[in-house]
Nanobody, 124 residues
Framework: QVQLVESGGGLVQPGGSLRLSCAASGSTFRTYAMGWFRQAPGKERAFVATISGGGGTTYYADSVKGRFTISRDNAKNTVYLQMNNLKPEDTAVYYC?????????????????WGQGTQVSVSS
């Protein structure tokens, strides 16, 4: 059974930065794509970023391109989301997700395991 544990959320002022981490266990981590999604109050869970198993392919939501960077350390079974120039509209619960295969995917249906979520709040 795959388990995902996120950390790194918190309260930050607009323009600030945070780095989220997601540690995976119970998986042959390097053979699976990973993703980050977020859910704001009253909204659907939405795609943020994804990275292929080897880390060579990444995709981002238009709303975060140029501000967020997804990366992974397969030796540590960990995926990261570096978030810079944060905006109030980035406020949400952020979820780490483990895909069912190697290829990066924007679709929620491609992910079969999810973390518990970590709150990110951007406010002055």
């Amino acid at each position: 059974q795959v388990q995902l544990v996120e950390s790194g959320g918190g309260l930050v002022q607009p323009g600030g930065s945070l780095r989220l981490s997601c540690a995976a266990s119970g998986s042959t981590f390097r053979t699976y794509a990973m993703g980050w999604f977020r859910q704001a109050p009253g909204k659907e869970r939405a795609f943020v970023a994804t990275i292929s198993g080897g880390g060579g392919t990444t995709y981002y939501a238009d709303s975060v391109k140029g501000r967020f960077t997804i990366s992974r350390d397969n030796a540590k079974n960990t995926v990261y989301l570096q978030m810079n120039n944060l905006k109030p509209e980035d406020t949400a619960v952020y979820y780490c997700a483990h895909a069912g295969d190697y290829s990066a995917s924007l679709s929620r249906d491609a992910y079969d395991y999810w973390g518990q979520g970590t709150q990110v709040s951007v406010s002055s």
